[in-house]
């Protein structure tokens, strides 16, 4: 297959784009500064870039402002705009193709349901965010952003292409930069103790599961829609910080407190929302499709990620 990935070159990308070539088939990474001018875009406006579209068999779109920032309403702006602008300028460019790809894979994201301590959100009855109150109202902009980012692939007009929203858990992986490399950086200080009371559950899901899981999507010509890209046994944070530390070897970790999370969040540039909304959201649809998980738990997905990460063993070089 050739697959053109716009935003493949952010931690995502760079394990699926690694994945897949290793699987044999053809990547082609879509970017604001990628060498191959022929690829290059600025996420906006249509060029030549739109010419890899053209009769490739697939797209995998992760391309938007990172998430990993203060959300203060500039940035949340860039979010929102970077997400809506680039999923329109694509499905214009898979508008206008000849051959138009099969499909198109959409990034999205588990933040667009609830916060919750309740039951798993799935993909049929799971209920999407609105304001909760004691929550700041900032909370609700980032479901907005990704209602919005969704309805931008719903809206093109693409009637020869499959089309699929993924709402992405934290995608843990061995690689530097990522969440999981965060996260180690924390225990390894002695600060992976629980978060905000830890009661909020995490969504989260493996590269490896998360990669085979869109070699799924790739070819299963029968799903559209919305999946959810997330392991099957979310867990409270307090239990998730726990089989991390486990997994590290580190005993003790310092619970990361109201207050001590705010200014953590403010030295380190980013927001206290990643960590403190509750996503309780599972995979209805993959199980559905039989897809089975090589990490459907946390406790030993993490033993298995410590070891990569000290080995230094990722999929985005795996080709
Ligand atoms: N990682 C996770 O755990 C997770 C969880 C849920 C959802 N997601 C979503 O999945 C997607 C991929 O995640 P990721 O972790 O790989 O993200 P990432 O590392 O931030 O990479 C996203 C890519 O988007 C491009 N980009 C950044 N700003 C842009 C802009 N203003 N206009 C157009 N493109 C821009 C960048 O590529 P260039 O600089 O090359 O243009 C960047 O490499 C993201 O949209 C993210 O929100 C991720």
């Not at 995979?283 to 000290?310: I, N």
């Amino acid at each position: 297959m050739r697959v053109v990935m716009p935003g493949g070159t952010g931690q995502i990308g760079m394990f699926i784009a690694g994945w897949l070539r290793s699987q044999g088939h053809t990547v082609q990474v879509i970017g604001r500064s990628v060498e191959d001018p022929a690829l290059r875009w600025d996420g906006r406006t249509l060029g030549p870039w739109a010419d890899a579209i053209d009769g490739a068999d697939a797209v995998v779109n992760l391309a938007g402002r990172t998430v990993n920032c203060r959300y203060h309403w500039r940035n949340l702006n860039q979010m929102m705009n970077s997400r809506v602008e680039s999923a329109m300028v694509l499905g214009e460019a898979i508008a206008r193709a000849k051959h138009p790809p099969r499909v198109w894979l959409q990034a999205s994201t588990a933040t667009i349901y609830a916060h919750t301590f309740g039951e798993p959100h799935t993909e049929a009855d799971g209920v999407l965010g609105s304001h909760t109150p004691g929550r700041p109202p900032y909370w609700t902009y980032s479901v907005n952003i990704a209602r919005s980012w969704e309805l931008a692939m719903r809206q093109a007009d693409t009637p020869h292409t499959r089309r699929v929203a993924m709402r992405f858990g934290f995608a843990m992986s061995p690689d530097p930069g990522g969440i999981f490399d965060w996260l180690m950086w924390l225990v390894n200080r002695g600060l992976g103790g629980p978060f905000y009371g830890g009661q909020q559950y995490v969504s989260w899901i493996v590269d490896i599961d998360l990669a085979r899981a869109i070699g799924l999507l790739l070819e299963a010509d029968h799903v559209d829609g919305v999946v959810n890209l997330t392991a099957p046994e979310p867990v409270p944070n307090r239990d998730f910080m726990r089989a991390l530390r486990h997994a590290a070897g580190v005993p003790v970790g310092i619970p990361v407190v109201p207050g001590m999370a705010e200014l953590g969040a403010l030295m380190l540039g980013t927001d206290v929302e990643l960590m403190r909304k509750s996503r309780r959201v599972v995979p209805a649809r993959l199980t559905q499709e039989g897809f089975a998980f090589e990490h459907p738990s946390w406790p030993d997905a993490a033993v298995d990620l410590v070891k990569r990460w000290r080995a230094g063993d990722r999929l985005s070089t795996a080709a």
